[in-house]
């Protein structure tokens, strides 16, 4: 029975030895895994790049190419607007519609 009683003390011994190592060690590497189901915008939002619509795909991933605006017009938050020059020399830009959109034949 001492027998046995001793293996326990050893025993409880060598587990508390081994809660005491697993304390706060700072050179585990703590870095964070980047999360497949992260979103990094919101699906279809539209925001500019340049002077190119990029649209947010459907999962929020990632931003893909929309459409270009061109010479005549340029990116503004996401849509193609048109800039015209007013009499005092201001620019005044005009914001196209998605059915206008359409009718320029670009993919939605």
Do not use: H, Y
Not at 68 to 76: A, I, K
């Amino acid at each position: 029975m001492r027998a046995k009683l001793a293996r326990m003390a050893l025993a409880l011994a060598a587990l508390a030895a081994l809660a005491a190592a697993c304390g706060e060690d700072e050179s585990v590497d703590q870095t964070i895994v980047d999360d497949p189901r992260q979103t990094i915008c919101d699906p279809e939002e539209r925001a500019c790049s340049e002077n190119d619509v990029v649209k947010c795909n459907a999962a929020g991933a990632e931003w893909v190419f929309f459409k270009e605006c061109g010479d005549e017009r340029r990116c503004d938050e996401g849509d193609c607007v048109q800039v015209e020059a007013e009499g005092d020399g201001d620019l005044e830009a005009e914001s196209e519609t998605e059915d206008e959109a359409e009718d320029d034949g670009e993919p939605q």
